[in-house]
């Protein structure tokens, strides 16, 4: 079966990180920019999708995800996988670290979603995120400053984690 990658990106980062999961998961995903105009109509072919959502201003989603959740909010997420990549800096950005995951995650628990890939904080180094619920990540966090080939080893091992049933079905 195949997932749903829905990104924005304002630098490049998140887009790179699609390219990666193409990479990874070639036929079985397809990718689309959030804020395209046929977005709720995208979301709907999906029961498993991965969200990219970098952090910009005051610890908010990339502005682009404003449409991206107002979409979300149009689709009925009852037994559909859905995993969150955040892109963020913990190094500049420590009190308000990947952020910009929470209201899409608000959004898709809303939504009656069934998120996966919560992970582990130890390894991160911020002081304070609300992507942090009850003591994990709300997805995974990718850093500035990890390595190329960290970013595709952590990706790798939290697509097979997340996704590995959606992911052996045809
Ligand atoms: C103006 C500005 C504000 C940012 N604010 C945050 C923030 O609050 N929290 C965070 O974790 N990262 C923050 N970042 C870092 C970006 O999220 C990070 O560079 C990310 O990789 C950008 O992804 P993109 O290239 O796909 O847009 C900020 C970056 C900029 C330029």
Same mark, same amino acid.
């Given at each position: 079966?195949?997932?749903?990658?829905?990104?924005?990106?304002?630098?490049?980062?998140?887009?790179?990180?699609?390219?990666?999961?193409?990479?990874?998961?070639?036929?079985?995903?397809?990718?689309?920019?959030?804020?395209?105009?046929?977005?709720?109509?995208?979301?709907?072919?999906?029961?498993?999708?991965?969200?990219?959502? !970098?952090? $910009?201003?005051?610890?908010?989603?990339?502005?682009?995800?404003?449409? #991206?959740?107002?979409? &979300?909010?149009?689709? @009925? =997420?009852?037994?559909?996988?859905?995993?969150?990549?955040?892109?963020?800096?913990?190094?500049?950005?420590?009190?308000?670290?990947?952020?910009?995951?929470? !209201?899409? $995650?608000?959004?898709?628990?809303?939504?009656?979603?069934?998120?996966? #890939?919560?992970?582990? &904080?130890?390894?991160? @180094? =911020?002081?304070?995120?609300?992507?942090?619920?009850?003591?994990?990540?709300?997805?995974?966090?990718?850093?500035?400053?990890?390595?190329?080939?960290?970013?595709?080893?952590?990706?790798?091992?939290?697509?097979?984690?997340?996704?590995?049933?959606?992911?052996?079905?045809?």
């Amino acid at each position: 079966m195949k997932i749903g990658v829905f990104y924005s990106s304002g630098r490049g980062k998140s887009e790179f990180t699609a390219t990666l999961i193409k990479d990874l998961l070639k036929e079985s995903c397809d990718i689309y920019k959030i804020a395209d105009k046929n977005t709720v109509e995208n979301l709907k072919k999906y029961k498993a999708f991965i969200f990219i959502v !970098p952090t $910009y201003g005051f610890g908010e989603p990339h502005e682009d995800w404003k449409k #991206g959740i107002e979409a &979300i909010l149009k689709v @009925d =997420f009852k037994d559909r996988l859905v995993g969150i990549i955040g892109r963020g800096n913990q190094g500049f950005y420590a009190a308000t670290f990947v952020n910009g995951m929470r !209201p899409v $995650y608000d959004a898709l628990i809303e939504k009656k979603a069934n998120i996966v #890939g919560f992970t582990d &904080i130890d390894g991160y @180094d =911020f002081v304070k995120s609300s992507a942090v619920v009850d003591g994990k990540f709300i997805g995974l966090p990718l850093d500035e400053i990890f390595m190329l080939q960290e970013i595709k080893e952590r990706l790798e091992s939290w697509i097979k984690n997340s996704f590995e049933e959606i992911l052996d079905e045809k």
